[in-house]
């Protein structure tokens, strides 16, 4: 189903104000007579790329759950990758306008004929570059736009120009849209902090229940990577960039192993800093204690061969692989970051150590890897947390309410 938008013509210059005001008459009549006609509400669910990560497997869920008698999503992105891929399955209509950058005025007339062809009526944008590139031909064709905040583009360890410009950013176009969703409580007071007047509806991400539920039954995946059946596996499940600070989680390993000789640390995923942890595991001589694994579908196999799940995040909006391990009844370790610090509780369900300190990173390694009765209390705790209020029916549900709300009032 996948369409190669990056090939269609280009319109020319002459004439675009007259196609612009037809397109938007077109888009206006498809939204208002969507249900006096007794059709499905066309939705464009918007990413920036389709590799998986928190914001790809939300919509993913979001997709799969929707009310398929009232709601019909369309889902776009602007790289490809393993999400195109599982939407191909899922028999979901998906595109690609490629791109790499944001503001980028080359995809601005590929997706506005999207948007007329596919006869959308709501855009539901995830995330700030999506969104540059997406604004444009929404605002043209009249159509009203969802924000949904995956966590804020600035952040503490950019710098002062930098941040500045992200804010900017994020004001202008919080301002432009109808609605927009914070899925966290803390992401929203970070909003309303840096932004005047923010407004926003949270709501959480959500897991399924029965799809990372530790009572299943899983592959043997430490028999696949040669793990003694004894041993102690701490793990990272995730995408091996700067926010995630893999390295810093390698860096932690070597005071765990003397404290647990048993200890064996297992990064799963792909980005630009893979590479960077396995050379500094080297550095370190622990390689033959550290196992890199490519990305992999089959998360909660992943999570049930683990003891400790490590989230050393820099920044996160709720993060997703977090509450999935929670599920799965894991001792989880995370770092004091917008949506970590909202999930755990500690050393209640979890133990949660301020960003970027390796010290106490790896103490709390140490706690988890030397007490097991600890690791058993806090995995029951989480999985308890996430049966409390983070199941993706219900998120669903509240996102499909806000769609209804928006063209009701648009």
């Not at 030397?370 to 996430?386: F, P, Q, Y």
Request: proline share 4%; glycine share 8%; hydrophobic share 45%.
């Amino acid at each position: 189903m996948v369409r190669a938008l990056d090939e269609e013509p280009r319109n020319h210059a002459g004439g675009g104000r007259a196609r612009m005001t037809a397109a938007a008459f077109t888009a206006n009549a498809v939204t208002a007579d969507a249900a006096a006609a007794g059709r499905k509400i066309r939705v464009l669910e918007a990413i920036r790329q389709g590799k998986v990560g928190g914001g790809e497997t939300h919509i993913l869920n979001l997709v799969e759950h929707m009310d398929n008698s009232r709601f019909e999503p369309v889902v776009l992105a602007f790289t490809h990758g393993k999400m195109m891929d599982t939407l191909d399955r899922m028999g979901v209509n998906h595109h690609v306008i490629p791109s790499e950058r944001a503001f980028d005025l080359s995809t601005w007339n590929a997706v506005r004929r999207l948007m007329v062809r596919e006869k959308i009526d709501l855009v539901h944008v995830h995330g700030t570059r999506a969104n540059t590139n997406i604004f444009w031909a929404a605002r043209m064709l009249r159509l009203p736009i969802i924000y949904t905040v995956h966590g804020w583009s600035f952040h503490d360890d950019q710098s002062w120009w930098v941040k500045r410009a992200r804010i900017f950013v994020e004001k202008w176009i919080t301002r432009g849209v109808n609605k927009t969703i914070s899925v966290s409580g803390s992401n929203q007071q970070t909003g309303s902090k840096y932004i005047p007047r923010f407004e926003s509806v949270v709501i959480p991400n959500g897991i399924s229940l029965t799809q990372f539920n530790p009572g299943r039954s899983f592959s043997d995946l430490r028999r696949e990577w040669g793990l003694h059946p004894d041993a102690l596996v701490v793990g990272f499940v995730g995408r091996m960039t700067h926010q995630k600070a893999p390295v810093a989680l390698v860096e932690a390993f070597p005071a765990v192993l003397k404290a647990n000789p048993r200890a064996v640390l297992v990064l799963v995923g792909e980005g630009e800093l893979k590479e960077d942890a396995r050379q500094r595991a080297a550095a370190l001589g622990i390689e033959n204690k550290v196992v890199f694994e490519k990305f992999r579908t089959d998360v909660p196999d992943v999570l049930n061969a683990m003891d400790i799940f490590c989230l050393p995040s820099l920044w996160e909006g709720l993060p997703i692989g977090l509450m999935e391990a929670m599920a799965m009844e894991k001792a989880c370790l995370a770092t004091d970051v917008d949506g970590s610090r909202e999930l755990i509780l500690q050393g209640t369900n979890g133990m949660i150590v301020p960003p970027a300190d390796p010290g106490a990173l790896s103490a709390a390694l140490v706690t988890l890897a030397t007490d097991a009765a600890l690791r058993d209390r806090l995995g029951a705790s989480a999985r308890a947390t996430i049966e409390g209020g983070f199941d993706v029916t219900g998120m669903t549900r509240k996102i499909e309410s806000l769609y209804l709300e928006t063209l009701d009032n648009k």
